[in-house]
């Protein structure tokens, strides 16, 4: 066997090993994020998804007896696309919003700032595996209510469903990180899950159409991006909606691009993870 010159196995100094993206340590992140909530997953994934199931029955029977219609279709079927998408951004806001936070709690925050990868990398492998966390939900929301009755439950567009599912996840996970960045404990994470992500859950039209709406509860509507992700999602599925569908995709756009280049300038700046 020919003998291999040090120069073959190991590059000059000065010359990166990784020149672009560091593959391997961005699917280490990921696949440590995926099993970390995977390992809870009866905590994680099946009751996030048996609460929501649990809110369509009672809200069901609540207001969908005697075949009540909610632009123009049962309740059930009307509230079912909206209870997948909101579950959905939940599962990802509390997946993404633990991740650093429990780093600088048990002080072990040094595991994801020392590797070699950069805030892009890093940023990237949260919100993909927050993203993951919600995709298995809904994923698991939509083959139950397959045996529920009165749902619409195979998508009259399917690609729009999954690109609004994929925008609020993506968002959800994003402002997770940045809530994971900011909170010192962990009364800081539930202030944000109780009074900005629960009340604008409940508030995007899940329950209810914005078309009997008025004032500025309509006007609040249309500046709560839950409410787009949730209508986006629920064209997918019945291929009716209360808002401007395209409109809506460029608001979650937007939204997710400002928050992934704060929460990337943030982490690149070591606000408050670096002590």
Not at 111 to 118: G, I
Not at 183 to 194: L, Q
Request: aromatic share 12%; charged share 10%; with cysteine.
């Amino acid at each position: 066997m020919p003998e291999t010159s040090l120069e073959t196995q190991h590059p000059a100094p000065g010359v990166p090993v990784i020149p672009v993206i560091n593959w391997g340590g961005l699917r280490a992140l990921y696949v440590k994020e995926v099993r970390r909530f995977f390992k809870v997953q009866l905590q994680t994934v099946w009751a996030p998804a048996f609460s929501a199931l649990l809110l369509l029955l009672v809200f069901s029977i609540a207001f969908g007896r005697g075949g009540q219609l909610v632009m123009g279709v049962p309740f059930a079927a009307f509230a079912a696309p909206g209870l997948i998408a909101m579950a959905m951004m939940q599962a990802a806001f509390a997946n993404a919003s633990f991740s650093l936070l429990v780093g600088k709690m048990q002080g072990t925050i040094v595991d994801y700032l020392m590797p070699p990868l950069s805030s892009g990398e890093l940023l990237s492998g949260l919100t993909g595996a927050s993203m993951t966390r919600a995709i298995l939900v809904g994923l698991v929301l939509w083959i139950a209510m397959l045996f529920w009755p009165l749902t619409r439950n195979i998508p009259a567009h399917p690609i729009v469903a999954i690109w609004f599912g994929l925008l609020g996840a993506a968002m959800l996970s994003l402002l997770g990180v940045l809530t994971s960045i900011w909170a010192d404990k962990f009364d800081h994470n539930a202030t944000i899950t109780n009074f900005v992500v629960q009340p604008l859950s409940l508030l995007s039209g899940t329950f209810y159409s914005i078309e009997g709406l008025h004032g500025a509860f309509r006007a609040f509507s249309h500046v709560n991006p839950f409410f787009y992700v949730i209508s986006g999602f629920r064209y997918g599925f019945l291929g009716t909606t209360d808002s401007n569908v395209l409109q809506g995709s460029a608001v979650l756009v937007a939204v997710n691009l400002v928050l992934g280049v704060v929460c990337y300038v943030l982490l690149r700046r070591g606000w408050k993870l670096k002590y």
